[in-house]
């Protein structure tokens, strides 16, 4: 496998985009990454683009065409990749792996949803369609229905707090507040969190990620042809796990065993060991999922995440800075656009150019979760080649 670079990167504003399409939204975040690359547009050889539910919320599939030729890069191989609320990271390792692998020198990669062009029910259900359909979505059970369950088993196993889980939004909030990127760009306070709407008990309207609307967009080279490129990133290892699609099935609620194989396989590739990174983006669809994916990344022990969170180590200038520019939670949660967004962020900190920008980072990693974890995708940045 060849060396592969992260050159150029972009994303257009997250949130409620009434006034622009899909295809704008793709068009916007795409031409934007090769600006940034400074790539020329015929170099590009593959397209690959990350989307949950295009048709359903915008009636629109085949988006591996639309955006090839929205973008001008006709007649190059495009292709659409779907994996729930991973499908934007699916879309990234594909495309990291066919330019490893020599079959392209330079690709391309997009992620986008427009789900708010749907009634908030509607956009509800299209979600649950990454669930199981048979056994979880038709008998009314949501994605914060599925995350309430393990909120719950996680509290009642290892006596995780209501206020715990609330940091995690508000260390989440205080990060997007620097972002002009953002969804919600406004602090919140732990008492915001208990006070506001319950959404499916625990959970409350502020633990949860928003619907949004949003693209992103990656360039990517191999080494011989990122040399000429400054100040390139380096993708050091990336890796993929499954599980069972309904969560009844699992042996645990409070464990995401695709998460941990995705993890060994990265660090693996990469040659690191968890405790080198110096930032996080981990998926924070519902608080919860972020103290469960501080364990199963071996951060803290099983059942720790709450004391964890509490201990202020996931803060910027903490043990482990995490989501420091807002995350799923304050920065939106475009399912299809939010694994390659989780990248662009890394990306920035790592070339110094971060709205919260870090001192000196070295190695990043981003988890991107699809479903209730039934696909897991991480991958592994450097500021250096290894
Ligand atoms: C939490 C949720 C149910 C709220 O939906 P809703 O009650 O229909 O909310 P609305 O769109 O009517 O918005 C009402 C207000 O709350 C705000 N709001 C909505 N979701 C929010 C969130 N997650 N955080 C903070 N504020 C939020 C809106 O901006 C709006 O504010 P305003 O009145 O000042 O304009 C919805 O966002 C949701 O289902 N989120 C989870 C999405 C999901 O499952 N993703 C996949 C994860 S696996």
């Given at each position: 496998m060849r060396n592969v670079a992260i050159v150029g990167v972009s994303q257009t504003k997250f949130g409620e985009h009434w006034d622009k399409s899909l295809r704008d939204l793709i068009v916007e975040a795409g031409n934007a990454a090769i600006n940034d690359s400074g790539v020329e547009r015929k170099s590009i050889q593959s397209l690959f683009i990350g989307s949950m539910s295009s048709g359903r919320?915008?009636?629109?599939?085949?988006?591996?065409?639309?955006?090839?030729?929205?973008?001008?890069?006709?007649p190059i191989p495009a292709t659409r990749f779907e994996g729930a609320c991973a499908s934007g990271s699916l879309a990234f390792r594909n495309a990291y792996i066919d330019v490893a692998s020599g079959q392209h020198d330079c690709?391309?990669?997009l992620g986008v949803e427009k789900m708010t062009d749907v009634k908030g029910p509607e956009a509800i259900t299209s979600l649950a369609a990454a669930g199981d359909q048979e056994?979880?979505?038709?008998?009314?059970?949501?994605?914060?229905?599925?995350?309430?369950?393990?909120?719950?088993?996680h509290m009642h196993d290892f006596g995780t707090t209501r206020e715990q889980m609330a940091m995690v939004s508000v260390n989440n909030h205080k990060n997007g507040v620097a972002n002009k990127y953002?969804?919600?760009?406004?602090?919140?306070?732990?008492?915001?969190?208990?006070?506001?709407?319950?959404?499916?008990?625990?959970?409350?309207?502020?633990?949860?990620?928003?619907?949004?609307?949003?693209?992103?967009?990656?360039?990517?080279?191999?080494?011989?042809?990122?040399?000429?490129?400054?100040?390139?990133?380096?993708?050091?290892?990336?890796?993929?796990?499954?599980?069972?699609?309904?969560?009844?099935?699992?042996?645990?609620?409070?464990?995401?065993?695709?998460?941990?194989?995705?993890?060994?396989?990265?660090?693996?590739?990469?040659?690191?060991?968890?405790?080198?990174?110096?930032?996080?983006?981990?998926?924070?669809c519902f608080s919860i999922n972020e103290l469960?994916?501080?364990?199963?990344?071996?951060?803290c022990r099983k059942g720790e995440g709450g004391k964890f969170v509490e201990s202020g180590k996931i803060a910027i200038g903490g043990e482990i800075p995490v989501n420091t520019t807002g995350g799923l939670k304050a920065?939106?949660?475009?399912?299809?656009?939010?694994?390659?967004?989780?990248?662009?962020?890394?990306?920035?900190?790592?070339?110094?150019?971060s709205c919260n920008q870090l001192k000196n980072p070295e190695y990043g990693m981003n988890l991107?979760?699809?479903?209730?974890?039934?696909?897991?995708?991480?991958?592994?940045?450097?500021?250096?080649?290894?």
């Amino acid at each position: 496998m060849r060396n592969v670079a992260i050159v150029g990167v972009s994303q257009t504003k997250f949130g409620e985009h009434w006034d622009k399409s899909l295809r704008d939204l793709i068009v916007e975040a795409g031409n934007a990454a090769i600006n940034d690359s400074g790539v020329e547009r015929k170099s590009i050889q593959s397209l690959f683009i990350g989307s949950m539910s295009s048709g359903r919320y915008a009636g629109q599939e085949h988006l591996g065409a639309l955006a090839a030729d929205s973008l001008r890069l006709t007649p190059i191989p495009a292709t659409r990749f779907e994996g729930a609320c991973a499908s934007g990271s699916l879309a990234f390792r594909n495309a990291y792996i066919d330019v490893a692998s020599g079959q392209h020198d330079c690709a391309i990669v997009l992620g986008v949803e427009k789900m708010t062009d749907v009634k908030g029910p509607e956009a509800i259900t299209s979600l649950a369609a990454a669930g199981d359909q048979e056994w979880e979505a038709a008998i009314g059970l949501t994605f914060a229905g599925l995350y309430a369950l393990m909120a719950r088993k996680h509290m009642h196993d290892f006596g995780t707090t209501r206020e715990q889980m609330a940091m995690v939004s508000v260390n989440n909030h205080k990060n997007g507040v620097a972002n002009k990127y953002a969804q919600f760009q406004m602090p919140i306070t732990v008492q915001d969190v208990l006070k506001s709407s319950l959404v499916a008990d625990p959970l409350r309207l502020l633990d949860c990620s928003p619907l949004t609307d949003g693209a992103a967009a990656i360039v990517l080279m191999s080494e011989e042809k990122a040399k000429r490129i400054a100040n390139p990133v380096w993708i050091l290892g990336s890796g993929q796990g499954s599980d069972t699609l309904a969560l009844h099935d699992r042996a645990s609620f409070t464990e995401m065993p695709a998460t941990v194989v995705a993890a060994k396989e990265a660090l693996k590739g990469a040659d690191v060991k968890i405790s080198d990174m110096s930032l996080l983006e981990v998926h924070d669809c519902f608080s919860i999922n972020e103290l469960i994916a501080l364990e199963d990344l071996g951060f803290c022990r099983k059942g720790e995440g709450g004391k964890f969170v509490e201990s202020g180590k996931i803060a910027i200038g903490g043990e482990i800075p995490v989501n420091t520019t807002g995350g799923l939670k304050a920065g939106g949660h475009p399912v299809g656009a939010t694994g390659v967004r989780q990248i662009i962020d890394i990306v920035r900190q790592l070339r110094g150019d971060s709205c919260n920008q870090l001192k000196n980072p070295e190695y990043g990693m981003n988890l991107n979760v699809g479903g209730s974890g039934a696909t897991a995708v991480i991958n592994i940045f450097g500021k250096e080649m290894k």
